[in-house]
């Protein structure tokens, strides 16, 4: 905050996004690890990465995004499904809820991101392809892809 | 289970979208129904009065912390029961240095 309240200046803007984005780069993160450790690092270094290019990012949102889906996929698998405390406690079931975990962190990284897009995020599949960078046509039948892998999971 | 549920919940906890009881959402429901029933409340307690007296009371207690009643009994003698009347007519009196009742 500078000394002028009505003057925003840079660091305003940046703390800004990091303010406004980092719930969201969180749970992305999290919904492709399955585990808060790894969620946590990923948001770290998106934020970090973030602020040395800040100046140079026209869509903050979507540049988040895009790095956190790589990093996340680069973090791999964890070893165990590690949900928050406060995700547990607003599903309707914690049991559940470690059980859709599970069944996601069983599947694919591919299948796991975009079904996060699409239903967590609730992306268009422009936006989608956008993240992913793969053609608009196919994200269509990738998510399919997931739903049915997913299903596969959740029913044996 | 269905997939498509399961997923939906466990996404919207992974979003933040709290649980809401029924009561929350009867509640919301309700609030519309409410409002328009106090509404017509008010609306047909207009013309028997009540909105006149509820007037006339706050305006004796206005003029009695004025110094300008005694007790507001008399208010008969008022010239009128209006507001705008009553305050004219204390700055009248509050400027000949007279009491109006």
Known sequence: MSFWPFVRNRTDDVEAVLKEERPRVYRLALAITSSHDAAEDVTQEVLCRYV????????????????AIRLARESGHASEVQLPSDVLQRSLSPDEAMAVAGALASISLEHRTILALALMEGLSYREIAEALQIPMGSVASRLHEAKKAFRKRWES | MNTDRAL??????????????????????????????LMLLVVA????????????????KQAQMLGLASDGKDRDRLPSR?????????RVACADGRKIV
């Open chain 1, 52 to 67: 040395l290019s800040a100046p140079e990012i026209d869509a903050p949102r979507a540049w988040m995004r895009r790095v």
């Open chain 2, 8 to 37: 939906r919940r466990y996404y919207g906890a992974l979003k933040g979208s709290t649980r809401r009881p029924v009561w929350h959402t009867v509640g919301w429901v309700l609030t519309g129904p409410v409002a328009v029933a």
């Open chain 2, 45 to 60: 307690g207009l013309p028997s009065g009540a909105g006149v007296r509820a007037g006339d009371f706050l305006l004796r």
């Open chain 2, 82 to 90: 209006k507001p705008f009347a009553l305050r004219g007519c204390a």
